[in-house]
């Protein structure tokens, strides 16, 4: 990625000028099945320009309750669209039909109307969970009978392609539009690409020159996205394969609490409340030894697997939380 960021051909992008940018947002299309695409700084810029170009400010916005785009994107949707979030408490981060059929309401002076349905496949806080195709037809099917919208977040949908051995645009169709990130288990530095058809990604691009988004020689950051999407994919399958392994031997453990069926994709979430211990507290000691863990909340913690990341890593990693539990085992 090195060599390709120092040899990339550059223009300017606010021009459409950038000859490796337009090279990286044909190549997104193409992969996703959809139409245009258009290089973002941020999962969340691409996530704010795909729903500020599908609503009008009042409108009410349908997500899942543990959704990035509500949870941890600082209400960007409300503060700068007027967007109301209409929440859906999902089963791992998946909504039904009939979830969503339960908080719709009727058009009604009194309510703001509903434009659009956002989905995230794989979902981040329900640790990595996957959205099957059909359960996503059956989402964009309820969507359209209701003349409504539907975008994707998919960060880490390549991880869920390659989780359900599936070509990407199997979960694609049924997203009117959608954003992925090369800045994940892709490896590249920077950068997420919102994607849907033509007329939207030049909505998007008016909001991401809005939002400050437009950048000048950014061939930069798309050279190393070029290869993130032609030779990043194939190896999710080991983050995935890493991740099952931690979380075997995290579920070994007395006092933590873990679902291992549950782990799909390359991020392992668990509950240590049985250790007598919250989650914060936990992670400052894994961190201590040198072992990167994020907080989800109270008592539920969350690692990731990614590239650089090899077997050793994970067997250190399960004997330093095995060495965290038995202090605290003791202590019960
Ligand atoms: C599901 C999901 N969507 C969006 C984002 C935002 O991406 P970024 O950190 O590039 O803004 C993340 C980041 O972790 C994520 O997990």
Redesign the pocket.
Known sequence: MLEAIRTAELGDDVYGEDPTVNRLEELSAKKMGKEAALLT???????LVSVLSQTKRGDEVVLEAD???YY??VGAFSVLGGLIPRLVRGHRGVMTPQDIQAVLRPPDIHFPPTSLICI?N???RAGGTVWTPSQMKDVFDFAKSHKLSVHM????IFNAAVAQNLDVREFTRYADTL?F?L??GLSAPIG?LAVGDRKFIDSARRYRKMLGGGMRQAGIIAAAGIIAIEKMVDRLKDDHANAKMLAKGLAKIEGISLDTSQVQTNIVAYDVTGLGINAADWVAKMNDSGVMAGVVESGRVRMVTHRGIEKEDIEYAVSVAEKIATQFNRRK
């Open positions: 700084t941020s999962g969340t810029q691409a996530n959704a990035h785009l941890y994107e995230e794989s979902h981040n977040d998919g960060a880490r954003m990130c800045s994940k997420s």
